[in-house]
């Protein structure tokens, strides 16, 4: 019963707050899950290909959310969608929570990783016995930065898991009988399982060939065999074994391979490659410095000292110290010794492999992590037997107490990470606080409380939210009244239109959104913080006095006593007016607005009356557009305003910024006419 209960831990643990945040890849994810459930019941199986990495377990635990939650969904959608990324938007056009079938994605990814975690568990028992089993197993369930992308609709969790069950799978069956057919085959299947999820789980066939090499010069010291045929006899039916299983689970599991298995295969390395090769389209934060492209060599052992917990980096101390006492004591079995070569290749081959890529973050070498786990833990158990024999009276309590102090710690960094455990970072070198000026940060956590923010403070009105991280980390908690837009801020009508602005943490450590420069001299309306790191500001753009970078002179630029038209928009049926108060004027305000086509006589002019703004600040009046059609451009027409007090109707001087006299009215040409936002 011990397994079963470890992993009803392990999924318990991952089930926790699925419904706190999105990050900023998840969308794909379930965007791609759609993609894939509707190419699959449709019968349009190269379209089950969405993606490189590929990604296939991951999309079939989204497809089984769909038909848990919203089996109707091919009744409606029946091409793959493009923009995979607006899927929220989708399935509230279709009368969804979008939040909903997220949470049941990940669940059922969830519960998947369960199962290879069993496997691994199992394979752990054979291995090495219940005592290391039993440990690695709550280090890994407690592990926060791992439990944190286990929780994911992503990725690189379930790579993780599936290839450390797959790497204890092949090291299981290197052990067992040269006749055994299952435990090789078994070993396939998962190691399918790994690479069909990340691509570049394929280091796992260097595994096997090390493996079968291995095997082969073993065969030949012993001169057992009388022939080099005889020699090669079994690495060889146990490899054939494997690729039978390896080949027939990737087949099975991307029924793309079935139409177009080369075409395909030719996409995911051509995009794997150029991501090798060329980096992340935008710059990385690290060691406190922006990189454009690869960010270094050190970037995966230093990520490695962020994320590792303090137990582990012990348990790791713990095994190289007393690996050779162990050995020579005879703790360490020549069995064991087999699989944690096995095991520290891998993670050494793949950190290597990793580093050569340009695109590096610190959740590519995720499968890492259990490896690191395994061998803490066998070194937390070569501590306690080394206790014993130091002091036999210790006998009883040596394991149970050293391996209740790494549950413990292990535990402690969890509870401390949570909610967000994706931002666990090392105590030991500062926790979260240091690590924001050291390495990045923010993939959406926090998400949820910005919007809870903006839809309270929005009170039911319709309002704008600008942003300069991905928009449904916010969309998934947002109401209908609330509408995300990218017009940016870098004219006086983007200013005035966006009642909301929300900067991530990002934005200052990655320099990506020049947007946030403008909002540097003003305090925050709403800061999100995390363990007293800020993750996200909320600014009000609308209610602050303009920027004086975004005063720029137009041949729109003109001024009424003590205010000033900055902007001229057309929209459908209307024209805005944007104006910014610049001294002191009176309360309220008319206008009337003239338009005059090419050779043609005015129209009747349009007016309106508004209140004016404080100083500073902008304001917009708007008027029914009066061309009786579309036939001549606004931009070709001539604009005459005349602004005057509305107590007395005495018309306000104007004072073109091309300068001259001042006059009663302003006129403008298309120089002063600018595409409307959004």
Sequence with gaps: MLIPA??????????????????????????????????????????TYQMAHPGVLTMWAGMVAYLWKFPEYTQYVTANLNHVYGIDGVLRELGQDPMRILVAARFV?????????????????????RNVMVLTGLLITFDPFLSGMDSLLHVDGLFAICSLAALLAIASAAQSPPDAMVPWITAGVLSACAWMTRATGLLLVAVIAGIALLQVLARLRTRQYGSFRAVLEAPAFGGMLWATGSMAASILLLPALWVDPFGTMQQIWNWSSNAATEGHERPTFFLGEIHQGDPGAWFYPVTLLWRLT??????????LVLLPVGYRRGWIKRNHLQTLVVLIAFAVAYTLAMTFGAKKFDRYILPVYPIVSVIAAVGGVLFARFLHSWRSQWRQFALPAIASLLVAGQLASLVGSAPYRLNYFNPLLGGLASAQHQVQLGWGEGGSEVMNFIMEDANGRQV??????ATPIFSYFSTPNIHFVDFGMDTPAGWYETDYFVPGIQEWQRNLSPSYHLMQEYEPAYIVRIREVTFFQVFTPRTLPLPESLQMVTGCTSTFGGVQLMQIIGRAGMIDLYWLTTGAALAQLDISVTLVAPEESALPAQTATWDIAPKGI????TIADPRPDDSVPLDQHTIIIQVSDSATDEVLPVISSRGGESADSFTTHSECYYTAPG
């Design 6 to 47: 470890l992993v009803v831990l392990y999924v318990f643990v991952r089930c926790l707050n699925l419904d706190l945040f999105v990050t900023t890849d998840e969308p794909f994810w379930l965007g791609r899950s759609a993609n894939f459930y509707r190419a699959l019941t449709q019968g349009d199986f190269a379209h």
């Design 310 to 319: 303090p137990v582990s980096l012990l348990g790791l101390l713990a095994f």
């Design 464 to 469: 704008n939210v600008q942003k300069s991280s």
């Design 109 to 129: 990814k969830i519960l998947l990783q369960g199962v290879m975690f069993g496997i691994s568990l199992g394979c752990l028992n054979h291995l090495f016995g």
């Design 618 to 621: 902008m304001s917009r009046v």
